[in-house]
């Protein structure tokens, strides 16, 4: 015959003491315990707090802006260091064609007592954008020798003329 | 409070609006029994009361993977074994040998007995403590819960022929101790 359990058949007696009350209050503090621990499980801490997550987005960050400012730092010195080296203007697509100044008093005193002088600077002031825009266009190695030297005799008459007149149109034009 | 039956418990524990019901009814149940069974293993009641607590714990967090294949008190002197197995093995660590535990429970038997306490009671508990491990566990699950081998042999993970060899071997070891202490 099959043995079977009895949970209600008093049990063999102990030598040992059991604080009065003790099984009523068991269960009543295990259940607590086991629902906080529960509770605490499913909830778990992050291996990582928010503080290690914001030091982690903050250097991230950091290397980014070092990157693209280290990135950007070449594509704008390389081509001032190299201008620079040759003595080129910066840009010369930003610059505007010179024109004669308008004629103050003072000249236009002078050009009634010098027919010719007002004739070149009559001609200086019809021509002066063809010659500025020839020195804009004439690159930055070229020098001032190369530019004199593709002017024809009548221009550079022409700016002779220019020169004795007005000193300030002759060095707007050279530059 | 004891009218429930494992079915009832289990299913109350099941559902999460009377989980906390069913295992208040559990422990109403069971609670005597698995700390008597734990008492006798570690004889200080603080330590009875601790291991007690984690076993029901562990019941409570794992009641939903219990699939039936044993009867529930089987599984819960399982549980409570193994927290007194794992409280052995925790202090084997500081005293060295499972010698110098039993020395050491049996010097806890004496502190908690008093005049009252029946001195055949006494002496009978400490020929068990001198038990080695394995044959103690038998012995007390065999003679006090009075639980059928093929229980035990869930218990403890042992075949049935062990254990009766086991029995056999403590009770041996039992009855000529009490013999030489009378």
């Known amino acids: 015959m099959k043995e079977e359990f009895d949970l209600d058949k008093p049990q063999k007696p102990m030598p040992y003491q059991v604080p009065p009350g003790f099984f009523e209050g068991i269960t009543h503090a295990t259940l607590k315990e086991a629902k906080r621990r529960e509770a605490a499980t499913a909830t778990p801490k992050s291996a990582f707090p928010w503080q290690i997550w914001a030091m982690a987005a903050s250097v991230a960050v950091l290397l980014a802006v070092g990157y693209f400012l280290w990135a950007d730092a070449p594509t704008t010195r390389q081509p001032i260091a190299k201008a620079g080296g040759q003595h080129a203007p910066v840009a010369r697509h930003e610059a505007k064609p010179v024109l004669a100044p308008p004629v103050t008093p003072k000249a236009q005193k002078k050009i009634e007592s010098k027919p010719e002088a007002a004739m070149a600077q009559e001609k200086a002031s019809n021509r002066e954008p063809r010659l500025a825009t020839r020195k804009l266009e004439a690159g930055p190695e070229e020098s001032l020798d190369n530019l004199l030297a593709s002017l024809s005799d009548e221009e550079v008459a022409e700016l002779a003329a220019i020169a004795a007149s007005e000193t300030y149109v002759y060095e707007e034009s050279l530059q | ?182």
Not at chain 2, 35 to 40: A, D, E, T
Not at chain 2, 98 to 123: A, C, P
Not at chain 2, 173 to 180: E, G, L, N, P, S
């Open chain 2, 1 to 182: 409070m004891n009218e429930a039956t494992d079915e009832q418990i289990l299913f109350l524990f099941q559902n999460p609006g009377t989980k906390d019901k069913g295992f208040t009814l559990l422990m109403d149940r069971y609670n005597r029994r698995i700390y008597w069974h734990i008492r006798r293993l570690v004889v200080a009641h603080e330590d009875a009361q601790d291991l007690l607590q984690e076993t029901f714990i562990n019941v409570y967090k794992h009641l939903h993977t219990f699939n039936g294949d044993s009867k529930l008190y089987t599984w819960l002197y399982r549980v409570a074994t193994n927290e007194c197995l794992r409280l052995f093995k925790e202090r084997k660590r500081f005293l060295g040998s499972f010698e110098e535990i039993s020395e050491k429970l049996v010097d806890t038997l004496h502190e908690n007995s008093t005049l009252e306490s029946d001195q055949v009671l006494v002496r009978l508990q400490e020929a068990i403590l001198r038990l080695p491990e394995k044959q103690r566990l038998v012995f007390t699950l065999r003679y006090y819960d009075e639980l059928p081998y093929e229980e035990i042999s869930k218990i403890l993970d042992s075949s049935v022929s062990s254990l009766k060899t086991n029995y056999h071997l403590a009770s041996s070891k039992v009855k000529a101790f009490m013999i030489k202490e009378a």
